[in-house]
């Protein structure tokens, strides 16, 4: 069974830092782009961040621009989430997914694989 796994969640105070990652477990994702989206409780999933296949493309959410970085490491089929400065409002189960192809996308239609979550809290 395909999956992708998050992990590096959990509670940080407000303007605290957080990295998560994302590998796959069951198959690799050569030639995949690659997303972070969220959802918050009582909210409809959203976009945070897409990287391409070759890493030299990113796309961020305005609400995250600047204090939110996403790379890959293709070596270890890993991708990253660096999350720093966090505020309250980014608390959220923190999702990855896999597209089948090399460019990302903001649209969560798009994507073809997804993990199960990981949940991040930043408290006040």
């Known amino acids: 069974q395909v999956q992708l796994v998050e992990s590096g969640g959990g509670l940080v105070q407000a303007g605290g830092s957080l990295r998560l990652s994302c590998a796959p477990s069951?198959?690799?994702?050569?030639?995949?782009?690659m997303g972070w989206f969220r959802q918050a409780p009582g909210k409809e999933r959203e976009f945070v961040a897409a990287?391409?296949?070759?890493?030299?493309?990113?796309s961020y959410a305005d609400s995250v621009k600047a204090r939110f970085t996403i790379s890959r490491d293709n070596t270890k089929s890993t991708v990253y989430l660096q999350m720093n400065s966090l505020k309250p409002e980014d608390t959220a189960v923190y999702y990855c997914?896999?597209?089948?192809?090399?460019?990302?996308?903001?649209?969560?239609?798009?994507?073809?694989?997804w993990g199960q979550g990981t949940q991040v809290t930043v408290s006040s």
């Open positions: 069951g198959r690799t994702f050569l030639g995949y782009a």
């Open positions: 990287i391409s296949w070759s890493g030299g493309t990113t």
């Open positions: 997914a896999a597209r089948g192809t090399a460019t990302p996308s903001t649209r969560i239609s798009e994507y073809d694989y």
